[in-house]
DNA sequence: GAGTGGTCTAGACCACTGG
DNA sequence: CAGTGGTCTAGACCACTCG
């Protein structure tokens, strides 16, 4: 039973791709143990453990130790998303990005993104609402709410003609935070700066990075009505 | 310089990670070989390889051969979703699941999905709406179009008291698919069916399922107003 | 307790790609 | 061409967890 064409963890992750799709492996059976799987594949266990891990990190594997491993019952779980880089983003499209910067102040942040923001305290934030447009057209709205901790007063000045995102690339340490897709209708102000109609349907993304529970810059984006995000499974 | 305290790969990515988040890393900087950090973490670089391979696949390094590693300048390029497994959701929140079948019949679809479905000819394909509901109230409309060609007559009867969803997973192979997510303005059917009202902006994710250039299930997912969909990077 | 996946190692060779 | 990541191997031990 041994056989010699699979060197690759990829050609050992075809072949149970393709067993899965054949349903020679339906969802819920055991598949053999990687052991096994190795002696009839011709490979080392480890060439082995990299296909089928790679499989159940997709959603395609359920792996136990002890239990085994067996296929999963819901195969698509999960879906990797891009999230957009804007201005790339217009570019892919073959549309010429354009950026409009449309307030900038320093203000007392709504309730709930100060009590993040200033250990405890209220305090003023600083508060960025600009514009990206393709071929001139409102694309998304960007509304950004930064930390003055890790903005001076000199950067602040400079958005009006880079866009925070560029910005903070470089100048913002790694974090983790949350993202959340919505859906809201266009209100007066969204409809004025998006130039839609009021109670648009609109796709909304709102990100959230944090460096230890406190939170850097919080941003909502606002996208121009039809706009869709896909993916690939 | 060499260290005894890095044993594992996720001890490794842990200390690469606190040199990004520290900056003496920053975005677009070359950090060194992996021969060379394996011996500074006094471990193998096979170690090392996988820390390093694992912070690439979330996309806080870009790494290419002969060029070396290097931060990556757009932290934040993906997010993987968790999609959502309807009546888990519903459980997961405490709610009580219900399924409602309100259409079922087997007709001439639009132009788009028959298209992929009747190998070039237009053919009748089994059409089912259904409602999900938590707690007895809408929660996410489900329009799906199913390809005859994997669905038995008798099979198609069965959807009055299981949602095609379950049906699927154990009837239908595993295969390649894509997602879109966008928002609607509820329209006179959406606002009925959801008890909503006409022009609420919807949260919709359509799906695509197939097998080799084939479609096999085509839906649509109109969730109720104010849904959102989270994840954390 | 025993079976299975999870990981580490040391060494080797390969594949890609920048200069 | 040469440097870097990508992968394979064979063997070993560990960690979890099912029965």
């Not at 899965?20 to 339906?26: D, E, G, L, T, Y």
């Not at 239990?67 to 779980?77: E, I, S």
């Not at 307030?103 to 100060?114: A, L, N, Q, T």
């Not at 700066?193 to 810059?217: H, M, N, P, W, Y």
Request: with cysteine.
């Amino acid at each position: 039973m041994t056989d010699t064409r699979f060197k690759s963890w990829q050609s050992v992750q075809e072949e149970v791709l393709a067993r899965i799709h054949s349903r020679k492996w339906k969802p819920g059976d055991f598949i053999p143990n990687e052991a096994d799987l190795a002696q009839e594949f011709g490979c080392a266990r480890a060439t082995v453990n990299r296909a089928l891990q790679n499989l159940a990190d997709e959603g395609l594997l359920d792996r136990r130790r002890k239990a085994g491993t067996r296929v999963a019952t819901h195969p698509v779980r999960k879906a990797t998303m891009y999230i957009p880089i804007i201005r790339q983003e217009i570019r892919d499209r073959g549309l010429e990005y354009g950026y409009e910067l449309i307030r900038s102040e320093k203000v007392m942040p709504p309730r709930e993104i100060g009590k993040s923001m200033g250990s405890g305290k209220r305090i003023d934030v600083l508060h960025i609402v600009c514009l990206h447009t393709a071929d001139g057209r409102p694309y998304v709205l960007e509304d950004r709410w930064l930390n003055p901790k890790w903005v001076s007063r000199e950067d602040f000045s400079i958005f009006s003609d880079t866009s925070p995102n560029e910005w903070l690339v470089t100048h913002v340490p790694f974090t983790e935070g949350n993202i959340v897709f919505s859906a809201i209708s266009a209100g007066k102000t969204e409809a004025e700066l998006l130039s839609c109609k009021e109670g648009d349907a609109l796709f909304v993304i709102d990100r959230t990075t944090r460096d230890k529970q406190e939170t850097i810059t919080s941003v909502r984006l606002t996208f121009f009505p039809g706009y869709r995000i896909e993916t690939t499974i």
